[in-house]
């Protein structure tokens, strides 16, 4: 998986239809998907639970891209071994999820997975200035996670924005996760962002059986950036 910063469109399963995963994530891929984005929640961290370990084992064979586990999850380690059992290529904690990110992510690297690391709408960019030497990519929320389909918040630009600067030269992506469709993509890809999960606005009104909806969808988004 060699460094660019060419966007890439990361769709969330957690809007696919959760019956036929499988299909959904060849269907996406099929139709120009460049990563596909996993939210794992755990009803404690976020008010909602979705899938863990077993899930991501389960539709690793259907993903033929990168592999992009988003852990909404405290604590974080004991699944660290799991995850990358289950095949994750990268696997992003909240810095906010435990007292000891600069270990976990540590943990992350020593697994075989490419460490991510998240911050919350709340949470200030500088909380994460002391582990970018140990990150492949860092996630900034621009919702509150737990729930697919919410509202942008533009505050999150200014975010991005410093954090660019932060990074500098280094071979770092920024990932935006909330509210992504063609209106809000090209305002944070001109913040500095370079990977876009996207869900309710990419599987609105398509199917397995209707995979060319997903590629219009996706089309709109980097249409957007033009």
Same mark, same amino acid.
């Given at each position: 998986m060699p460094f660019d910063r060419s966007p890439k469109i990361a769709p969330s399963i957690l809007s696919a239809d959760f019956a036929d995963f499988g299909r959904e994530c060849r269907a996406v891929q099929e139709q120009g998907a460049d990563w596909i984005h996993v939210d794992v929640m755990d009803g404690h961290f976020v008010p909602n639970l979705t899938f863990g370990p077993a899930m991501a084992k389960a539709i690793r064979p259907h993903v033929k891209t990168v592999m992009d586990v988003h852990l909404m999850i405290a604590p974080v380690d004991p699944y660290i071994d799991a995850f990358a059992e289950a095949g994750a290529d990268i696997l992003t904690a909240h810095v906010e999820a435990g007292p000891h990110i600069h270990r976990t992510l540590q943990a992350i690297r020593a697994a075989g997975m490419r460490p991510g690391v998240a911050i919350n709408p709340g949470t200030p960019? =500088? *909380?994460? =200035? $002391? #582990?970018?030497?140990?990150?492949?990519?860092?996630? #900034?929320?621009?919702?509150?996670? !737990?729930? $697919? !389909?919410?509202?942008?918040? @533009? @505050? *999150?630009? @200014?975010?991005? /924005? /410093?954090l660019r600067e932060m990074i500098g030269a280094q071979e770092i992506h920024i990932e935006v996760d909330g509210g992504i469709d063609a209106t809000t993509a090209p305002l944070a890809r001109d913040a500095g962002a370079d990977v876009f999960v996207a869900g309710s606005a990419l599987f609105k009104g398509g199917s397995v059986d209707r995979p060319e909806v997903y590629g219009a969808n996706m089309k709109a988004i980097r249409d957007s950036w033009a």
């Amino acid at each position: 998986m060699p460094f660019d910063r060419s966007p890439k469109i990361a769709p969330s399963i957690l809007s696919a239809d959760f019956a036929d995963f499988g299909r959904e994530c060849r269907a996406v891929q099929e139709q120009g998907a460049d990563w596909i984005h996993v939210d794992v929640m755990d009803g404690h961290f976020v008010p909602n639970l979705t899938f863990g370990p077993a899930m991501a084992k389960a539709i690793r064979p259907h993903v033929k891209t990168v592999m992009d586990v988003h852990l909404m999850i405290a604590p974080v380690d004991p699944y660290i071994d799991a995850f990358a059992e289950a095949g994750a290529d990268i696997l992003t904690a909240h810095v906010e999820a435990g007292p000891h990110i600069h270990r976990t992510l540590q943990a992350i690297r020593a697994a075989g997975m490419r460490p991510g690391v998240a911050i919350n709408p709340g949470t200030p960019v =500088e *909380a994460v =200035e $002391g #582990v970018l030497d140990l990150v492949d990519l860092v996630l #900034v929320m621009t919702v509150n996670p !737990g729930f $697919g !389909g919410q509202k942008f918040i @533009s @505050s *999150a630009l @200014s975010k991005v /924005r /410093r954090l660019r600067e932060m990074i500098g030269a280094q071979e770092i992506h920024i990932e935006v996760d909330g509210g992504i469709d063609a209106t809000t993509a090209p305002l944070a890809r001109d913040a500095g962002a370079d990977v876009f999960v996207a869900g309710s606005a990419l599987f609105k009104g398509g199917s397995v059986d209707r995979p060319e909806v997903y590629g219009a969808n996706m089309k709109a988004i980097r249409d957007s950036w033009a």
